[in-house]
Nanobody, 113 residues
């Protein structure tokens, strides 16, 4: 099983980034997927979650209206579109297969002017 995140980087406040998580080694289309984030000294927090078919999504209150989770089951990939980024969104973002211990290594997002 492998989850590989990409798309992180440095962005100015108010900017956008799109994260991707490429999955392999399991039947991706059968699993709900999630994005988490973590900053030093804090617990990993759930950012967004999407059901296996993509029909239902949930978001943390802190990102609702700014972030959009989506997936392409044909490409075994889940995405996180992040708009109107704030400095407090800076973190390492991780991809997770819900209900399993499958995690990626993370991608760093820095929001700074």
């Amino acid at each position: 099983v492998q989850l590989v995140e990409s798309g992180g980087g440095l962005v100015q406040p108010g900017g956008s980034l799109r994260l991707s998580c490429a999955a392999s080694g399991f039947t991706f289309s059968r699993y709900n997927m999630a994005w988490y984030r973590q900053t030093p000294g804090k617990e990993r927090e759930l950012v967004a979650r999407i059901t296996s078919g993509g029909g239902t999504t949930n978001y943390a209150n802190s990102v609702k209206g700014r972030f959009t989770i989506s997936r392409d089951n044909a490409k075994n990939t889940v995405y996180l579109q992040m708009d109107t980024l704030k400095p407090e969104d800076a973190a390492v973002y991780y991809c997770n297969t819900v209900g399993t211990n499958y995690w990626g290594k993370g991608t760093l997002v820095t929001v700074s002017s």
